[in-house]
């Protein structure tokens, strides 16, 4: 049963893909890679990665297709065609196709348990969780304590996503003044008397969003969840809000300027943790610093904050994120409009095009 | 029991083949909308099916998510099938600021 | 605290840049992030002087191989000593550098990325964990993408993506190495990977044959080797000075030291130049990256470019090094990375100073430059010479070295094309040279300037790594030395 | 005192001077000063320390830095033919300084105080080259003076210039990349060592076959000894002003290389492996070749300095020929020619700028009846043709005829082909005195440049006083050859 | 139950797809879709080697406040690193369709050949402003 279901979703996954690679209406593909995304996470949960499910379908299916769906919004919905066949590109991707079948021909088989992969260190994580850490989800004791580097570096790089795209989007759009109250509403646009169904549905649903946000922040200790599903859910909300109300709506909610501070806020708290733990006299990030005593509560502590430093950052980022591309502005130049920004000898110490942009 | 989840599942892998189907071929935006919504609430089915068929139906959360991902992606398609922006701000829009 | 020094060499820099974000004044946040870097610096020096004993640090206090391991031996804290202090280098030059280059407003972004990317190179090199290798490589190719796009012109943006797209799929290939690695041996400790590479039923699947492919094409992706380097001339030319002299000193560099250790200690020098002989495929990209990127060098007609392009032929180098599998050619390659990042480093901070006098890196605009910057000039020739490896600088040091080992393994050819290929780099070099010392200066060019004329926040730090390369070039003894013990620790698969 | 710090002295000595020439560039008159002041100074040095090497028979050491390479140190020891080659460098340039500043000022030319850095620059190269202590600190110093002569090389900044600067440095670096380092990194991985030691250090390390490839390297490696077909870069230079062009082909640049090689010879094959493998043998072959084509092409030249310049490149293979020899004779009478060649041609260059600033004329044919209005400049310069031919009583006659006492023993045909360039040293030398002195001024030359063929008289005092003394150096040399052949008697005993 | 490896051929074929999208396709929104099908893929291929046949997620089953006896977890690791490399790969993602969004705005186009070509032009243009500019 299980197999027959895994087979039918790889299936359509081959269908997806090569659906998407053919597919040159770029809004329409964007469509079929939340369908991709969707397949995944189907998949993901046949092969019992519940979490890895869970955020692959808020990623992928969710703010995934928002972003490109933004991006599409800045730009062109369609794809030129192409002028010559590919050669290369076939026969490179030929190439590495063959020799990673050539590489599978030695791997033990699927679904295995006498695979490496589970007699090797994963046996401890296996085993010894819950004597050493004590959560029933394994994958976030995993996660946040026995592999707890790992995973401030992988909000070092969720961080480093919202400062890069800040860098590139933020500047030559209009920043509220900090301080000042966002401008009061000029005029109710048509369409929102449009849609009075969503409108209601989306100011009924919030609350229970956030407050779903929040259960699987605190649950991930116990089911699927945790900190990073908790944050993309929240910011879900507030993406939903925005696309309803339009994103100053979100911004008079949580301001720009404090939103770009709190993905700050959460990487500090979980390095917090680990400098707490190293004044301690322990390693950076040993939780059973926290409770000398009774280790296993230090770990629980430890896991909880870092974790809540996990969801802070995430949400933040993804909201920065949603920011930047939902309140640019569509620039429509043509190329031949377009000066060519020539900056050979004539600008001296000059301006950027940033600049350039700011003062237009 | 487990007969009947897995033919539900069955099932619900037909129609979400249906559904596939409609989005690849469209032709216009609205059949590929209404695809890929149909096709995220036979997900959130499948999910929920399998979680009864492994016999751990506590993850119903991840269905839930699923849910409401669909939910918001196929607004923010919607938007932006009808008005080609994300961005139109029904407070302020940013084209009016100085 | 001093047992807490691996960790804190990536953490400072690492917690830095959320404190940039919250601070966001321009003044403090420059001010801070040159502290970040320098006591990084201190903790880096530090360590690299006291290591003796490979130190293993267990991160969250789990031994590995359950928990993440930070390994400190001589030949990490020899890179991330030259990692952290290249960065401080390129910090003090962004402090004014960066001014004009960046829009106010976002300086603090700027720096945090800046910051982020250090301490991503930092965790790559010091990492014992190969899944954090990758997590970290990450961290520092994505601020490096928001960096180069940075850039004074439109191509930054081209540059970036080309870059962001090659990169993700080398990112994405080592990612794919790794996971087979991980399949075969069900660990992801370097030092317990390796130790299951001996065994028969490990060592001899095909499968570890193609996480050995997948691993070194990602690496070379992101190292520039030569059919793979597409990406490097745009994103080192078009980037910020103070990005690209960062770059060009350390990204490279700490991932050859990945490359190094991916062949030296993952999966044995025995397996790599034995089993599978790799070295002489490597060599012969090695050579055609050094010929090549040399001949495209020449024929640049913007100063950074040149740069770019020798840097690729510089790649060549060090692969070479690597290719002999013999611990005199693992010597050659730690010890000509590091006099390869001095000397570029420098050659990049004197481009930004030239810039910024001149108001452009194309060559022809810098006709007469002898004239008008005799000291931006005559440190460009300095390093130069460091380029080429004229005897007196660092350069030469390091491609005696190479030479050594070519020869102790009978390698005459490669000693010959090694030779050969530095004239090019002479070419090159005195191609610049000619046109700031022959070509009369363009009449409306202003006359010689007096020392205030100068951008000393890019010239002061340049000189003063002209001068080090110097000073290495006369008396080498403590760093090769250092190197040497480093090199034979390496080659024989201590991590 | 000791003799290290002598060492250092002399070595630092020409950088101060440099240094200070460099800062005191806005006043002329105290630039010159510095220049003068320094190279006294570093003669004086050097003086000092001969006595120690040539009366007590000591080795001077210095190392300034252990380890420059691993196992290599920038080290340094004076030893007899190093003591020559440093003596020569030193005595001629304070010569070369005054002759310089009357000449710079005379011709008028740009960009002095460059002139006297590089100036410095490439006596203080010249110099570590003559004390280095293993072929490590040699290769310094000898890229040293590559570049610093560079400079000096495109000094007029022209078109011109630039091509010979291309050439000049394409072929010196070239060869001494590709070869002479290869050369070393050999030695250094067959031998174990790099330091020249009395016997050579590769005995016995290295086969018997590879001993002529590596003497190739070696010779081919050191360009700036101009053995044919490397010789291009010299006449090309010869673009550079004259007071460069003396100290290219008589002080410092040529004299380098030939002196590489000769020291290679001694101190790293040793003069027993050579024989005995016979690893020298094409060395001379190719050496007597270049002696012959140089003159051969030297004739034909109508520029004066074009010839001097063939004729350097064929006074040079005598010195090669003389290490290829690898007998005693042959060795002492090639070191004996590094100093007697380099006075008499510097006496030739000096005339040859000289008549330059006095009459602006290059070419030979230009020059008939200069004597009259030059007859100082014309009698040096007839005393410098005699000691290159070789004639007594002029220094050149010795270093031939210890050459010649080398060849004798088993290369007798060497002797021939000395004697053949003897004549053609007469056939295109003699000729220019007498043109000046017995002919009759052409009338269209003495038009060509106005009234002012007949108006000048000899060169500025600073151009004739220094090549009066050279010319008399030629004379003293030989009388004072056999001290020098004593000094150099260690390099073949022992 | 051994089901051979047919799985991880699926895998392969599913990269391949992304990596051929992301080489062979010129408009740059294209490409990143590419880059993230052969992201995804990769995560595929770690969680099918985490997978033990027969098993349940790596949650225990609580019985009584102890885990329960007797059952098989599939792996936890490998879900781990996935989670780490989903975020790497929407990181990745949203920098990328910002750097898209830039170039865009730059050059009026997101197709390579598009902006390849116009940056030869510019630098004809430069090149040509140069020579006339300079003796």
């Known amino acids: ?360 | 029991m487990n007969l009947v989840f897995g033919a539900a599942a069955m099932g619900l892998l037909v129609t979400m083949a249906l559904a596939m189907f409609r989005a690849t071929v469209g032709p216009s935006a609205y059949d590929r909308i209404s695809a890929l919504n149909a096709f995220g609430t036979k997900t959130v089915l499948l999910i929920a099916v399998l979680g009864f068929l492994s016999g751990r139906p506590e993850w119903l959360d991840l269905a839930l998510v699923y849910g409401l991902c669909n939910f918001v992606g196929t607004l923010a398609v919607l938007r932006f099938s009808k008005y080609g922006s994300l961005a139109k701000d029904e407070l302020a829009s940013a084209e009016d600021e100085p | 605290m001093k047992e807490q020094l691996p960790v804190l060499v990536v953490v400072v820099p690492l917690l830095t840049a959320p404190l940039l974000v919250l601070l966001r004044a321009p003044a403090a946040v420059r001010i801070l992030s040159l502290l970040a870097a320098a006591a990084s610096t201190a903790a880096a020096v530090t360590l690299a002087l006291t290591v003796e004993a490979p130190i293993s640090y267990h991160l969250g206090g789990w031994p590995p191989p359950i928990g993440i391991e930070y390994r400190v031996t001589q030949a990490t804290a020899f890179v991330l000593a030259l990692v952290t202090t290249i960065a401080t280098f390129s910090l003090l030059l962004g402090a004014r550098g960066t001014r004009s280059e960046v829009t106010n407003g976002r300086t603090h972004l700027f720096y945090a990325a800046f910051l982020l990317c250090l301490a991503g190179l930092l965790g790559m090199v010091v990492t014992g964990d190969a899944f954090n290798v990758f997590v970290f490589l990450e961290i520092s190719s994505l601020s490096t993408y928001a960096l180069v796009a940075m850039g004074r012109r439109r191509r930054a943006f081209t540059a970036a993506l080309n870059y962001l797209i090659l990169g993700t799929i080398g990112g994405t290939f080592v990612l794919i190495g790794i996971g087979l690695l991980f399949q075969m041996t069900g660990t992801l400790n370097a030092l317990d990977i390796a130790r299951h590479m001996t065994q028969a039923e490990v060592g001899g699947t095909r499968t570890v044959q193609v996480a050995f492919a997948f691993l070194v094409v990602g690496f070379g992706i992101k190292l520039a080797v030569f059919p793979l380097h597409q990406w490097l001339p745009n994103a080192y030319a078009e980037s910020p000075s103070a990005v690209s002299s960062f770059l060009a000193g350390t990204a490279t560099k700490v991932i050859y030291f990945q490359t190094m250790r991916a062949l030296l200690v993952l999966f044995g020098a025995s397996y790599v130049f034995g089993t599978l002989r790799f070295g002489l495929f490597l060599g012969v990209l090695s050579l055609l990256g050094m010929f090549a990127g040399s001949l495209a060098a020449i024929y640049q007609t913007s100063l950074k470019r040149l740069l770019a392009y020798s840097s690729i032929g510089q790649v060549g180098y060090l692969t070479l090094a690597l290719s002999f599998g013999s611990e005199a050619g693992t010597y050659a390659g730690l010890l000509h990375m590091g006099a390869h990042a001095i000397t570029k480093t420098a050659l990049f901070v004197v481009a930004a100073a030239i810039v910024s006098g001149v108001g452009t890196d194309r060559i022809d605009a810098l006709a007469g430059l002898g004239k008008r910057l005799p000291l931006c000039a005559f440190a460009f020739v300095l390093g130069g010479l460091g380029l080429i490896g004229v005897p007196g600088t660092a350069g030469f040091v390091s491609k005696w070295a190479l030479l050594e080992a070519a020869l102790a393994d009978g390698h005459l050819g490669y000693a010959a094309a090694l030779l050969l290929s530095s004239l090019l780099a002479v070419v090159y070099v005195w191609r610049v040279v000619e046109v700031m010392y022959f070509r009369q200066p363009p009449p409306d060019a202003p006359a010689a300037r007096g020392l205030r004329g100068y951008d000393w926040g890019a010239l002061g730090p340049a000189l003063v790594l002209m001068v080090a390369s110097i000073l290495l070039g006369v008396w080498s003894s403590p760093i090769t030395g250092y190197v040497r013990t480093a090199a034979t620790q390496l080659f024989r698969g201590g991590l | 005192m000791n003799a290290s710090t002598a060492i250092v002295a002399a070595l630092l000595t020409p950088l101060a001077g440099a240094l200070l020439v460099a800062l005191t560039g806005r006043r002329p008159n105290v630039r010159e000063t510095m220049t003068a002041l320094a190279s006294l100074a570093t003669l004086a040095w050097v003086l000092w320390l001969v006595p120690a090497v040539a009366l007590e028979g000591n080795r001077p050491e210095l190392v300034l830095a252990r380890d420059m390479l691993p196992g290599v140190d920038l080290a340094f020891q004076v030893e007899p033919l190093g003591l020559l080659y440093a003596l020569v460098a030193t005595v001629l340039w304070p010569v070369t300084s005054a002759y310089a500043v009357g000449y710079m000022r005379g011709h008028h030319e740009t960009h002095q105080t460059r002139f006297f850095v590089c100036f410095a620059l490439a006596i203080f190269a010249a110099l570590g080259i003559a004390f280095a202590a293993n072929l490590g600190t040699l290769f310094l110093f000898y890229e040293v003076l590559t570049l610093s002569t560079y400079p000096l090389v495109t000094h007029q900044q022209t078109d011109e210039a630039k091509r010979a600067g291309r050439v000049y440095l394409g072929i010196l670096l070239t060869t001494s990349v590709c070869l002479l380092l290869l050369a070393i990194a050999w030695t250094a991985t067959t031998a174990g060592t790099l330091d020249f030691r009395p016997g050579g250090i590769l005995r016995g390390h290295i086969p018997a076959a590879s001993v002529p490839l590596l003497l190739g390297l070696y010779a081919y490696g050191c360009g700036k000894a101009a053995l044919m077909p490397l010789h291009r870069w010299l006449p090309n230079a010869m673009v550079a002003p004259t007071p460069v062009s003396a100290l290219l082909h008589a002080v410092a640049v040529v004299k380098a290389g030939v002196f590489a090689i000769l020291k290679v010879v001694v101190y790293v094959f040793g003069l027993d492996l050579l024989r005995e493998t016979g690893g020298s043998q094409w060395l001379m072959w190719v050496a007597a070749f270049t002696i012959l084509m140089g003159s051969f092409i030297a004739f034909t030249k109508d520029n004066l300095k074009a010839r001097l310049a063939y004729s350097t490149i064929a006074q040079l293979a005598y010195i090669v020929l003389g290490a290829a020899l690898a007998t005693p004779d042959g060795i002492l009478g090639g070191g004996l020619h590094i100093a007697t060649h380099a006075v008499g041609k510097i006496t030739l260059f000096f005339c040859a700028g000289a008549i330059l600033v006095a009459s602006h004329k290059k070419n030979i044919s230009e020059m008939d009846g200069l004597g009259r209005a030059m007859p100082l400049t014309m009698g040096a310069f007839f005393v410098g043709s005699l000691s290159i031919i070789g004639v007594p009583p002029m220094g050149g006659s010795w270093s031939k005829w210890m050459l010649a006492l080398g060849a004798a023993d088993g290369h007798a045909i060497f002797i021939g082909v000395l004697m053949l360039s003897s004549l053609l040293n007469i056939g295109y030398l003699i000729p220019i005195p007498i043109r000046a002195f017995f002919f009759d001024p052409k009338p269209e030359h003495a038009h060509g440049h106005g009234s002012a063929a007949h108006a000048h008289g000899e060169a500025p005092l600073l151009c004739v006083v220094p090549l009066c003394i050279t010319a008399a150096g030629c004379l003293a040399l030989f009388f004072f050859a056999d001290q020098i052949v004593d000094l150099l008697r260690p390099l073949v005993e022992g | 139950m051994n089901t051979g490896i047919w799985n991880y051929w699926v895998v392969v074929f599913l990269m391949m797809a992304g990596l051929y999208v992301v080489m062979a396709k010129r408009n740059y929104v294209k490409k990143l879709m590419g880059l993230s099908i052969f992201q995804v893929s990769v995560i595929m291929l770690y969680v099918s080697m985490g997978k033990v046949t027969g098993g349940t997620a790596p949650i225990y089953v609580l019985d009584g406040g102890t885990p329960a006896e007797g059952i098989v977890y599939s792996n936890a690791l490998p879900h781990v690193l996935m989670l780490t490399a989903i975020v790497v790969g929407v990181a990745t993602t949203a920098v990328g369709l910002g750097l898209i969004v830039r170039v865009r705005e730059a050059y009026g186009s997101v197709e390579e050949d598009v902006v390849t070509e116009q940056d030869r032009a510019a630098e004809a243009a430069e090149a040509r402003d140069f020579a006339e500019a300079g003796p």
Request: proline share 7%; net charge negative; with cysteine.
């Open chain 1, 1 to 360: 049963m299980e197999l027959l279901i895994t087979v039918t979703l790889f299936a359509f996954l081959i269908w997806m893909a090569v659906v998407i690679g053919r597919q040159r209406d770029l809004f329409s593909a964007s469509m079929l890679t939340g369908i991709f995304s969707l397949i995944c996470a189907g998949l993901f949960t046949v092969m019992d990665a519940v979490d890895v499910a869970f955020t692959e379908a808020a990623v992928g299916a969710g703010i995934s297709t928002v972003l490109f769906l933004a991006t599409l919004a800045l730009t062109d919905e369609r794809e030129r065609r192409p002028e010559h066949t590919p050669l290369a590109a076939i026969g490179v991707v030929a190439l590495t196709g063959a020799a990673l079948v050539y590489g599978t021909l030695d791997m033990p088989a699927y679904g295995d348990p006498s695979a490496p992969v589970h007699t090797g260190v994963a046996r401890h994580y296996m085993e010894r969780s819950w004597d050493e850490i004590g959560l029933p989800n394994i994958v976030t004791g995993v996660l946040a304590s026995y592999r707890g580097f790992d995973t401030f570096g992988e909000l070092g790089v969720i961080f480093t996503a919202g400062i890069g795209v800040s860098l590139l989007l933020s500047a030559g759009t209009p920043e509220l003044t900090p301080g000042a109250p966002p401008p009061p509403p000029k005029s109710r646009a048509p369409y929102v008397r449009e849609m009075p169904i969503l409108r209601t549905v989306s100011k009924a649903l919030m609350p229970y969003i956030l407050l779903f946000a929040l259960y699987v922040q605190a649950h991930g200790d116990f089911g699927p969840g945790g900190g990073f599903q908790a944050g993309v859910i929240f910011t879900a909300a507030l993406i939903l809000y925005g696309l309803i109300w339009g994103p100053s709506a979100v911004e008079a909610f949580a301001r720009r300027r404090l939103v770009e501070r709190a993905t700050a806020v959460g990487l500090l708290i979980y390095g917090g943790v680990g400098v707490t733990t190293l004044t301690l006299g322990h390693s950076f990030l040993d939780y059973s610093a926290l409770s000398p005593e009774h280790p296993q509560h230090g770990q629980h502590w430890g896991i909880f904050v870092v974790e809540l430093g996990v969801g802070i950052t995430v949400s933040a980022v993804m909201l920065v994120i949603y920011y930047v591309f939902a309140s640019r502005p569509k620039k429509d130049v043509s190329p031949m409009r377009q000066p060519l920004p020539l900056l050979g000898g004539a600008c001296v110490g000059d301006v950027s095009t940033e600049d350039a942009e700011a003062d237009s």
